[in-house]
């Protein structure tokens, strides 16, 4: 389902960024999980839609594009254009980045929305799993055409000794004498939504409320362990470089029995060597010497399937533009494909024989 980001925060289309800071203030304010009417989930869409909204870049984008990106790309919620969060903490590494939510970039606003995110209230305890983010290379054709692609990507995940307890034998805890076994400790916090009292979790059980008597010798007691996973990630046509594409649920786990994190994929098309791409159309330009273009002929060119064999009337001149309806870049939103448009370009020798002088010569003194 699209969202629609300017109705959850109840403005209008042109809103200016006051308006949206506003209404987003006072939306945050209301549907705050510590507040009494609050709702995580609501928070959650507020938190999104004042992301957008308020990145001139993202609300460009989502202006153009909303979020309908998804039309028959069963299985994926694809409703990131471009949605990479600002101030990620991208550390880099081979297998892909990794966000870092939380991170110092963020501001109070933001760290409190996603401590907001780690639960229902009253058990905060519970942790959202880590963002991911990775990139991931695909050919003109699969973004021309839609593709099913399979990342691979090192993430944690549960560990499979422990099942994620941390401890070495399920029967062998001991009550967290930080927290007295609640697995949380309260605080006050100041944020610009005023003053809130949050839960954090206990540093010391992580939140568990328990802690092994002996560690688990897999995972050290963390309950995770890093692994090889692979995901499968559908790319839809005509999605440009840069765009992100999200896949719900398929970041790192979280925490006592909190919701796991998302993974964001951000597209990158490599050059073809043949095709550019203007829009939902694919352009080549094909040469062709003067004799065939003053004849006709057949001559061979690219599509994105097999090449084909189009006919050049006699008489085509230079710069001469063939239209073939459909077969050009699947459309992004919407059904159908664009065109493959077919520049005709004719092409001077450089080199000639002595006998291809002396006709060319003979066409010259014909008036060719
Ligand atoms: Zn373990
Ligand atoms: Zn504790």
């Not at 300017?6 to 549907?31: P, T, V």
Request: with cysteine; aromatic share 8%.
């Amino acid at each position: 389902m699209a969202k629609d980001y300017y109705k959850i925060l109840g403005i209008e289309k042109n809103a200016s960024d006051e308006e949206i800071k506003k209404a987003y203030r006072r939306l945050a304010h209301k549907y705050h999980p510590d507040k009494k009417e609050g709702d995580a989930e609501k928070f959650k869409e507020i938190n999104q839609a004042y992301q957008i909204l308020s990145n001139k870049e993202k609300r460009a984008q989502y202006d153009q594009f909303g979020d309908s990106f998804n039309q028959d790309q069963g299985g994926f919620r694809s409703s990131g254009f471009g949605q990479g969060f600002p101030g990620f903490d991208f550390g880099g590494g081979q297998d892909g980045f990794e966000f870092n939510f939380g991170g110092s970039n963020f501001g109070d606003v933001f760290e409190d929305v996603f401590s907001a995110f780690t639960g229902t209230r009253g058990s905060s305890n519970k942790r959202r799993g880590r963002d991911i983010g990775v990139d991931l290379e695909i050919t003109f054709e699969e973004m021309a055409n839609g593709a099913n692609k399979e990342i691979e990507l090192f993430k944690k995940i549960k560990c499979d000794q422990c099942q994620g307890s941390g401890a070495k034998s399920k029967t062998d805890l001991k009550e967290c004498e930080t927290c007295k076994g609640v697995g949380e400790i309260k605080s006050q916090r100041r944020t610009i939504l005023g003053t809130f009292v949050t839960k954090t979790t206990c540093k010391e059980c992580q939140g568990k409320g328990k802690i092994p008597k002996e560690k688990c010798p897999k995972c050290k007691g963390e309950g995770l362990i890093k692994d090889k996973v692979k995901i499968k990630v559908t790319v839809p046509g005509g999605i440009k470089s840069g765009q992100t594409l999200s896949v719900d649920s398929a970041g790192e786990p979280g925490e006592n029995g909190g919701p796991a994190g998302d993974l964001y994929v951000t597209i990158h098309v490599k050059d073809h060597p043949e095709f550019e791409r203007r829009g939902d159309n694919i352009w080549h330009t094909v040469k062709i010497p003067f004799s065939t273009a003053t004849l006709g002929d057949k001559i061979k060119i690219p599509t994105l399937k097999d090449p084909i064999k189009i006919k050049i009337p006699a008489g085509t001149s230079s710069g001469k533009i063939f239209r073939l309806r459909g077969e050009g870049i699947k459309k992004l939103r919407g059904y159908g494909r664009g065109d493959l448009m077919i520049k005709i370009q004719i092409t001077a020798p450089k080199k000639l024989t002595r006998k291809q002088k002396s006709l060319i010569k003979e066409l010259q003194e014909e008036g060719l």
